[in-house]
Protein backbone atom coordinates (compact mmCIF):
# COMPACT_ATOMS: atom_id res chain seq x y z
CA UNK A 1 0.00 0.00 0.00
CA UNK A 2 2.90 2.22 0.96
CA UNK A 3 4.57 1.94 -2.38
CA UNK A 4 1.45 2.48 -4.89
CA UNK A 5 0.77 5.69 -2.52
CA UNK A 6 4.51 6.64 -3.18
CA UNK A 7 3.51 6.23 -6.81
CA UNK A 8 0.62 8.08 -7.13
CA UNK A 9 1.87 10.33 -4.55
CA UNK A 10 4.58 10.99 -7.58
CA UNK A 11 2.83 10.95 -10.26
CA UNK A 12 -0.07 13.81 -9.26
CA UNK A 13 2.32 15.67 -6.58
CA UNK A 14 5.60 15.63 -7.49
CA UNK A 15 5.02 15.88 -11.56
CA UNK A 16 1.00 17.01 -11.78
CA UNK A 17 -0.36 17.82 -14.81
CA UNK A 18 1.30 15.80 -17.78
CA UNK A 19 -0.05 15.80 -21.39
CA UNK A 20 1.17 17.59 -24.39
CA UNK A 21 0.73 21.43 -22.70
CA UNK A 22 2.91 19.87 -20.03
CA UNK A 23 5.10 18.32 -21.92
CA UNK A 24 7.87 18.48 -19.64
CA UNK A 25 5.92 16.63 -17.07
CA UNK A 26 4.94 14.12 -19.65
CA UNK A 27 8.57 12.77 -20.29
CA UNK A 28 9.35 13.21 -16.11
CA UNK A 29 6.19 10.68 -15.99
CA UNK A 30 7.84 8.57 -18.73
CA UNK A 31 10.94 8.68 -17.31
CA UNK A 32 9.38 7.76 -13.95
CA UNK A 33 7.44 4.89 -15.07
CA UNK A 34 10.62 3.40 -16.93
CA UNK A 35 13.01 4.28 -13.73
CA UNK A 36 10.15 2.07 -11.77
CA UNK A 37 10.30 -0.70 -14.68
CA UNK A 38 14.38 -0.96 -14.32
CA UNK A 39 14.35 -1.36 -10.73
CA UNK A 40 12.17 -4.21 -11.02
CA UNK A 41 14.58 -6.24 -13.53
CA UNK A 42 12.91 -5.11 -16.78
CA UNK A 43 14.34 -3.78 -19.92
CA UNK A 44 11.64 -1.37 -21.01
CA UNK A 45 11.39 -0.16 -24.81
CA UNK A 46 9.41 2.93 -26.11
CA UNK A 47 7.14 3.00 -29.05
CA UNK A 48 7.33 6.51 -29.77
CA UNK A 49 5.69 8.80 -32.70
CA UNK A 50 5.22 12.24 -33.12
CA UNK A 51 1.74 14.61 -32.44
CA UNK A 52 2.41 18.22 -33.53
CA UNK A 53 5.95 17.73 -34.14
CA UNK A 54 6.53 16.40 -30.44
CA UNK A 55 7.98 12.62 -29.81
CA UNK A 56 5.14 10.67 -27.65
CA UNK A 57 6.36 7.31 -25.90
CA UNK A 58 4.28 4.20 -25.03
CA UNK A 59 5.96 2.24 -22.60
CA UNK A 60 6.73 -1.32 -22.48
CA UNK A 61 8.29 -3.75 -20.07
CA UNK A 62 7.70 -7.98 -21.05
CA UNK A 63 7.75 -10.88 -18.75
CA UNK A 64 8.52 -13.58 -21.70
CA UNK A 65 6.01 -16.82 -21.54
CA UNK A 66 7.94 -20.27 -20.52
CA UNK A 67 5.57 -22.19 -22.52
CA UNK A 68 3.40 -20.50 -24.95
CA UNK A 69 5.44 -16.99 -25.68
CA UNK A 70 3.38 -16.44 -28.75
CA UNK A 71 -0.22 -16.38 -26.94
CA UNK A 72 0.20 -12.35 -25.33
CA UNK A 73 -1.55 -10.43 -22.21
CA UNK A 74 -1.57 -6.78 -22.16
CA UNK A 75 -1.60 -5.15 -19.05
CA UNK A 76 -2.03 -1.59 -19.69
CA UNK A 77 -2.49 1.79 -17.98
CA UNK A 78 -2.25 5.35 -19.63
CA UNK A 79 0.31 8.05 -17.61
CA UNK A 80 -1.07 11.25 -19.34
CA UNK A 81 -4.05 13.32 -17.99
CA UNK A 82 -6.36 16.11 -18.89
CA UNK A 83 -5.69 19.45 -18.89
CA UNK A 84 -5.81 21.29 -15.38
CA UNK A 85 -5.79 18.13 -13.63
CA UNK A 86 -2.88 16.41 -11.38
CA UNK A 87 -4.61 13.13 -12.42
CA UNK A 88 -4.01 11.24 -9.00
CA UNK A 89 -7.14 9.20 -9.65
CA UNK A 90 -7.28 9.37 -13.53
CA UNK A 91 -4.79 7.68 -14.00
CA UNK A 92 -2.08 7.70 -11.40
CA UNK A 93 -4.01 4.68 -9.62
CA UNK A 94 -3.62 2.47 -12.80
CA UNK A 95 -0.25 3.49 -13.60
CA UNK A 96 0.48 2.17 -9.61
CA UNK A 97 -1.31 -0.64 -9.99
CA UNK A 98 0.61 -1.47 -13.54
CA UNK A 99 3.73 -1.08 -11.59
CA UNK A 100 3.21 -3.08 -8.43
CA UNK A 101 1.64 -6.11 -10.86
CA UNK A 102 4.80 -5.53 -13.24
CA UNK A 103 7.03 -6.02 -9.58
CA UNK A 104 4.92 -9.02 -8.03
CA UNK A 105 5.53 -10.83 -11.77
CA UNK A 106 9.56 -9.89 -11.90
CA UNK A 107 11.39 -12.56 -12.99
CA UNK A 108 8.04 -15.33 -12.47
CA UNK A 109 7.31 -16.15 -15.83
CA UNK A 110 3.94 -17.34 -17.00
CA UNK A 111 3.18 -19.78 -19.77
CA UNK A 112 1.74 -16.86 -21.70
CA UNK A 113 3.95 -13.83 -22.70
CA UNK A 114 2.32 -10.70 -20.03
CA UNK A 115 3.32 -7.02 -21.99
CA UNK A 116 2.77 -4.44 -19.01
CA UNK A 117 2.26 -1.12 -21.17
CA UNK A 118 2.28 2.29 -19.94
CA UNK A 119 -0.03 4.06 -22.87
CA UNK A 120 0.31 8.00 -23.62
CA UNK A 121 -1.99 10.54 -25.31
CA UNK A 122 -5.23 8.74 -23.67
CA UNK A 123 -7.25 11.66 -22.71
CA UNK A 124 -9.13 14.17 -24.97
CA UNK A 125 -8.64 15.42 -27.58
CA UNK A 126 -7.28 12.30 -28.32
CA UNK A 127 -9.64 9.88 -27.31
CA UNK A 128 -10.44 7.52 -29.87
CA UNK A 129 -8.38 9.11 -32.75
CA UNK A 130 -5.00 7.91 -34.43
CA UNK A 131 -3.34 9.98 -32.06
CA UNK A 132 -4.12 8.08 -28.82
CA UNK A 133 -1.35 5.85 -27.84
CA UNK A 134 -3.13 2.85 -26.89
CA UNK A 135 -4.78 2.86 -30.84
CA UNK A 136 -1.25 3.40 -32.32
CA UNK A 137 -0.48 0.32 -29.93
CA UNK A 138 -3.08 -1.70 -30.57
CA UNK A 139 -2.86 -0.89 -34.49
CA UNK A 140 0.78 -1.92 -34.72
CA UNK A 141 -0.35 -5.31 -32.72
CA UNK A 142 -2.51 -6.47 -35.34
CA UNK A 143 -0.62 -5.16 -38.36
CA UNK A 144 2.83 -7.42 -36.81
CA UNK A 145 0.35 -10.17 -36.23
CA UNK A 146 0.58 -10.64 -32.21
CA UNK A 147 -1.66 -12.98 -31.11
CA UNK A 148 -3.04 -11.03 -27.70
CA UNK A 149 -5.20 -13.25 -25.92
CA UNK A 150 -6.50 -10.64 -23.32
CA UNK A 151 -5.95 -6.98 -22.21
CA UNK A 152 -6.68 -5.58 -19.25
CA UNK A 153 -7.12 -1.73 -18.54
CA UNK A 154 -6.28 -0.30 -15.36
CA UNK A 155 -8.48 2.83 -15.34
CA UNK A 156 -9.45 5.46 -12.59
CA UNK A 157 -9.03 2.60 -9.14
CA UNK A 158 -8.87 4.65 -6.26
CA UNK A 159 -12.14 5.92 -4.73
CA UNK A 160 -14.81 3.97 -2.77
CA UNK A 161 -18.18 5.17 -1.06
CA UNK A 162 -20.03 3.32 1.62
CA UNK A 163 -22.80 5.96 1.84
CA UNK A 164 -26.24 5.47 -0.40
CA UNK A 165 -26.40 6.98 -3.56
CA UNK A 166 -22.28 6.91 -3.79
CA UNK A 167 -22.87 4.93 -7.16
CA UNK A 168 -24.18 6.69 -10.50
CA UNK A 169 -25.19 4.77 -13.62
CA UNK A 170 -25.04 6.62 -17.31
CA UNK A 171 -28.18 4.35 -17.82
CA UNK A 172 -31.84 4.73 -15.69
CA UNK A 173 -32.23 0.78 -16.86
CA UNK A 174 -29.13 0.60 -14.81
CA UNK A 175 -30.32 1.31 -11.29
CA UNK A 176 -31.91 -1.32 -9.51
CA UNK A 177 -29.77 -4.01 -11.22
CA UNK A 178 -26.46 -2.84 -9.81
CA UNK A 179 -25.56 -1.41 -5.97
CA UNK A 180 -26.14 2.10 -5.43
CA UNK A 181 -23.31 2.14 -3.04
CA UNK A 182 -20.05 2.80 -4.64
CA UNK A 183 -17.83 0.30 -2.67
CA UNK A 184 -16.71 -2.15 -5.42
CA UNK A 185 -14.36 -2.72 -8.11
CA UNK A 186 -15.67 -2.70 -11.67
CA UNK A 187 -15.25 -5.56 -14.61
CA UNK A 188 -16.01 -3.87 -18.43
CA UNK A 189 -16.04 -5.88 -21.21
CA UNK A 190 -17.91 -5.93 -24.49
CA UNK A 191 -19.86 -9.14 -25.55
CA UNK A 192 -16.62 -10.77 -27.60
CA UNK A 193 -14.62 -10.61 -24.74
CA UNK A 194 -17.32 -12.18 -22.44
CA UNK A 195 -14.95 -15.25 -22.08
CA UNK A 196 -11.88 -13.14 -20.32
CA UNK A 197 -14.32 -11.07 -18.57
CA UNK A 198 -15.40 -14.53 -17.10
CA UNK A 199 -12.04 -16.24 -16.14
CA UNK A 200 -10.71 -12.43 -14.94
CA UNK A 201 -13.93 -12.49 -12.69
CA UNK A 202 -13.55 -15.63 -11.53
CA UNK A 203 -10.06 -14.97 -10.42
CA UNK A 204 -10.65 -11.92 -8.65
CA UNK A 205 -13.64 -13.45 -6.50
CA UNK A 206 -11.49 -16.49 -5.65
CA UNK A 207 -9.84 -14.59 -2.74
CA UNK A 208 -12.65 -11.77 -2.47
CA UNK A 209 -12.04 -8.51 0.11
CA UNK A 210 -13.43 -5.88 -2.65
CA UNK A 211 -16.76 -6.31 -3.84
CA UNK A 212 -16.60 -7.23 -7.32
CA UNK A 213 -19.17 -6.17 -9.82
CA UNK A 214 -18.51 -7.71 -13.67
CA UNK A 215 -20.78 -6.77 -16.53
CA UNK A 216 -20.39 -7.59 -20.70
CA UNK A 217 -21.82 -4.12 -22.48
CA UNK A 218 -22.25 -2.73 -25.30
CA UNK A 219 -19.65 -0.33 -26.38
CA UNK A 220 -21.61 2.58 -27.09
CA UNK A 221 -23.02 2.29 -23.72
CA UNK A 222 -21.67 5.95 -22.14
CA UNK A 223 -17.96 5.00 -19.82
CA UNK A 224 -18.43 1.75 -21.40
CA UNK A 225 -15.31 1.84 -23.66
CA UNK A 226 -13.88 4.81 -22.07
CA UNK A 227 -10.49 3.55 -21.82
CA UNK A 228 -7.45 2.29 -23.45
CA UNK A 229 -9.37 -1.56 -24.00
CA UNK A 230 -11.23 0.51 -26.52
CA UNK A 231 -8.63 0.54 -28.75
CA UNK A 232 -8.40 -3.43 -28.58
CA UNK A 233 -11.87 -3.76 -29.41
CA UNK A 234 -11.20 -1.87 -32.28
CA UNK A 235 -8.16 -4.36 -33.68
CA UNK A 236 -10.43 -6.73 -33.10
CA UNK A 237 -8.80 -8.34 -29.33
CA UNK A 238 -10.46 -9.04 -26.35
CA UNK A 239 -10.36 -6.72 -23.75
CA UNK A 240 -11.92 -5.57 -20.26
CA UNK A 241 -11.34 -2.52 -17.93
CA UNK A 242 -10.80 -2.30 -14.47
CA UNK A 243 -11.90 0.44 -12.67
CA UNK A 244 -13.98 2.54 -9.87
CA UNK A 245 -16.58 3.97 -12.74
CA UNK A 246 -14.69 6.91 -12.75
CA UNK A 247 -17.24 10.12 -13.45
CA UNK A 248 -20.33 7.96 -12.39
CA UNK A 249 -18.85 7.62 -8.54
CA UNK A 250 -15.69 9.76 -8.47
CA UNK A 251 -16.93 13.76 -8.02
CA UNK A 252 -13.29 14.86 -9.24
CA UNK A 253 -13.24 13.21 -12.26
CA UNK A 254 -11.07 15.32 -14.60
CA UNK A 255 -10.88 18.28 -12.18
CA UNK A 256 -7.74 20.09 -10.28
CA UNK A 257 -9.08 18.59 -6.77
CA UNK A 258 -7.98 15.03 -8.36
CA UNK A 259 -5.33 14.84 -5.34
CA UNK A 260 -4.18 11.69 -3.41
CA UNK A 261 -6.11 12.79 -0.29
CA UNK A 262 -9.14 11.29 -1.96
CA UNK A 263 -8.28 7.89 -2.35
CA UNK A 264 -8.69 5.19 -0.18
CA UNK A 265 -5.58 3.28 -0.76
CA UNK A 266 -6.32 0.36 1.53
CA UNK A 267 -9.05 -0.71 -0.70
CA UNK A 268 -6.89 -0.29 -3.78
CA UNK A 269 -4.59 -1.95 -2.41
CA UNK A 270 -6.95 -4.97 -1.94
CA UNK A 271 -7.88 -4.60 -5.66
CA UNK A 272 -4.37 -5.00 -6.65
CA UNK A 273 -4.13 -8.58 -4.84
CA UNK A 274 -7.39 -9.37 -6.53
CA UNK A 275 -5.62 -8.11 -10.04
CA UNK A 276 -2.77 -10.02 -8.83
CA UNK A 277 -4.76 -13.64 -9.57
CA UNK A 278 -6.86 -12.26 -12.40
CA UNK A 279 -3.44 -11.98 -14.05
CA UNK A 280 -2.39 -15.16 -13.32
CA UNK A 281 -4.97 -16.66 -14.33
CA UNK A 282 -5.59 -15.28 -17.80
CA UNK A 283 -1.93 -15.81 -18.38
CA UNK A 284 -1.25 -19.48 -17.21
Known amino acids: MQQLRADVHELAVTIGERNVWRYASLLRAAEYIESRLRAHGYSPSRQTYEVSRLPLSNIEATLEGSSDPDDIIVLGAHYDTVGECPGA???????????????????????????????????????????????????????????????????????????????????????????????????????????LLDVAARAFTAGERVKLEAAAMAADLPGAGWSDHWSFWQAGYRALMVTDTAPWRYPWYHTPQDTPDKLDFETFAAVVDGLHRVVAAVAG
Not at 89 to 108: C, I, K, S, Y
Not at 125 to 135: D, I
Open 89 to 195: NDNGTGVAALLELARRFAGQPQPRTVRFVAFVNEEPPFFQTAQMGSVVYANAAKARGDRIAGMLSLETMGYYSDERGSQQYPVEAMRGVYPDVGNFIGFVSNGESRG
